[in-house]
């Protein structure tokens, strides 16, 4: 079967080619990829079923070759530009076999590249791979890949911006969703009518809908709560094509909104608008957050701004849609801007005491500064209380 694939075979084998240069500097004869990001990103290699041990071994110098459950073989084969690769059953130990695959195809007395920081590097697994190569060497090889995949190729982008649509698309039907005596459930659904509609595939992550007080919770998504008269209802929303990602967040006043409701969007409207002006090739990651910051404290809300401005947006699987492990928008942070990157802008105000304000962009880094792939007016959106007689 000819595989289906996002990319082409020239593309994936110049990402190959990118990490096996720095193997070479490093002095790894093989990579271990188990982060499932990574194995796609270098392989085409998709599927819902990471919970399960996947690998791909990079050498230095070769073909890569992919290590996939039995059950999957159809997706190595349909999936992947490489097409084939060893396959373990379920009754192997897949360290012990990770193992034997690395020693036939590559030798032994190897230095070994191992991704430590993955989500699905288990301690154990880890454990049993030393044990099963004891003549090797295993190094940490944190962030090789990562290094690689923080600048978008004109392919990536255009997926990263039909998800933003996607992700303003669903955030649109989730705010004329909002009306008293409706429900967050119903808000969700909505959205992901929106979404599904506009071409997005499942998300990195759920959306976020949480009404009320709710919305000043941290990470809060719908509980079927009902939307009341007064309420304010948190959205943030992302799209995903082809595994990359959109994200976009505003906030929705049920009726008419609390005076400080929109004191409070206006000073996080301000706090996004002063971050996307500061973004520009050459910035450092710590001068766009001191840009943001500084806004929300000199309004006096820096108590509830209480992480960092913004992320690298591209590639995601569950449980996140982001790349804040390879760049991040933070205090102090020394990391110097560069074209072609995205990133994810979030300010936002976490008080359950009352409400959540929050809005958001996705923003590319181009050539001369930046440019807002979302669009939606930056403000809070409200909402007309449900016509008399009517029923949620």
Known sequence: MQPNL????????????????????????V??????????????YNTTGYYMYQG????ASGEPVPIVRSLEQTLLETGTWIGSGEVYRDTDD???????????????????????DGFFLPVQFHRRLIAALHDATLVDASGIVEEQRAIKSPQELEYIR???????????????????????????AEVYQGLLEAGSEYPGDQPYVAAGWRSGLAHATWSNRQVDEGDIVFLEIGGSINRYAGAHMRVV??????????RRADVVSEALTAAIDEIKPGARSGDVDDACRGAIERAGYGQYFRHRTGYSLGLGFPPGWGEGHIADLKPDGHTVLQPN?????????????????????????????????????????????????QTG
């Open 6 to 29: 996002p990319f082409s075979t020239k593309e994936y084998r110049n990402r190959v080619t990118k990490v096996q240069t720095t193997l070479r500097q490093r002095g790894i004869d």
């Open 31 to 44: 990579l271990l990829v188990t982060i499932p990001e990574n194995n796609y990103y270098l392989s085409g």
């Open 56 to 59: 791909l071994l990079v050498p």
């Open 94 to 116: 897949p360290a012990e076999f990770t193992a034997r695959v690395v020693q036939k195809h590559f030798g032994t007395g190897l230095t070994v590249g191992v991704e430590e």
């Open 162 to 188: 039909h998800a933003c649509r996607a992700a303003t698309d669903g955030l649109i039907r989730g705010i004329d969703a909002v009306k008293a005596g409706t429900n967050e459930n119903r808000i969700a």
């Open 253 to 262: 006043a049920c009726g008419k909104p609390d005076p400080e409701a929109e």
């Open 341 to 389: 990157t995205v990133y994810h802008l979030v300010p936002i105000l976490h008080d359950p005491t009352c409400f959540g304000i929050g809005m958001s962009e996705s923003v590319l880094v181009t050539e001369t500064g930046c440019e807002v792939l979302t669009a939606y007016p930056r403000e809070l959106q409200v909402r007309p209380l449900q016509a008399r007689g």
